[in-house]
T-cell receptor, first 108, second 115 residues
Framework: KNEVEQSPQNLTAQEGEFITINCSYS?????LHWLQQHPGGGIVSLFMLSSGKKKHGRLIATINIQEKHSSLHITASHPRDSAVYIC??????????FGSGTRLQVQP | DAGVIQSPRHEVTEMGQEVTLRCKPI?????LFWYRQTMMRGLELLIY????????DSGMPEDRFSAKMPNASFSTLKIQPSEPRDSAVYFC?????????????FGEGSWLTVV
């Protein structure tokens, strides 16, 4: 079993929809990252969380340490949000361990 | 700041050849990471350095892979000899600290194809 599991693997949404991507992990962590990778390949860190909730524009990330679960929400989705979203956890042992990613396609 | 700079962006090489990938981290960042991304395995940590010292190299696949960081502004990842299964995107990343509250910054990746 992978240490970091994401769902769904693929997601297609219509422009304007509210989107949720989930991440569950099985190890103790000091922080969790949400990363965005566009078709060109570049990776950008969207959020780093160790507790609670963070918001940036239309993006919201939450984490529940007790339940070992995090969610990334996108409100009023737009075609430019189409990308792969990757959850990664920071542990003392392995620096970052990555989920397999969620491929999001937002259609106009 | 220019961000994390990697070179080359793309490389196609023949099996058996030596490949050297280069990375310049963001100035002032104490941590440097090398990651590999493939379709089959996704993103994986290969090795990371703290203050130029390798801390965890357990992700380096085999002895054909080696990484160095001779100073705070430069690192190399070398594959010798290269094999087709090494074809992947190799990302370098840097961070000021390895704990919560510090963002990690990725380079644009080096796309390696070994034929």
């Amino acid at each position: 079993k992978n240490e970091v599991e994401q769902s769904p693997q693929n997601l297609t949404a219509q422009e304007g929809e509210f989107i949720t991507i989930n991440c569950s992990y099985s190890v103790g962590i000091s922080a969790l990252h949400w990363l965005q990778q566009h078709p060109g390949g570049g990776i950008v860190s969207l959020f780093m969380l160790s507790s609670g909730k963070k918001k940036h524009g239309r993006l919201i990330a939450t984490i529940n340490i007790q339940e070992k679960h995090s969610s990334l929400h996108i409100t009023a989705s737009h075609p430019r949000d189409s990308a792969v979203y990757i959850c990664a956890v920071l542990t003392g042992r392995r620096a970052l361990t990555f989920g397999s990613g969620t491929r999001l396609q937002v259609q106009p | 700041d220019a961000g994390v700079i990697q070179s080359p962006r793309h490389e196609v090489t023949e099996m058996g050849q030596e490949v050297t990938l280069r990375c310049k981290p963001i100035s002032g960042h104490d941590y440097l990471f090398w990651y590999r991304q493939t379709m089959m395995r996704g993103l994986e940590l290969l090795i990371y350095f703290n203050n130029n010292v390798p801390i965890d190299d357990s992700g380096m696949p085999e002895d054909r892979f080696s990484a160095k960081m001779p100073n705070a502004s430069f690192s190399t990842l070398k594959i010798q000899p290269s094999e087709p299964r090494d074809s992947a995107v190799y990302f370098c990343a840097s961070s000021s600290r390895l704990n919560s509250g510090n963002t990690i910054y990725f380079g644009e990746g080096s796309w390696l194809t070994v034929v």
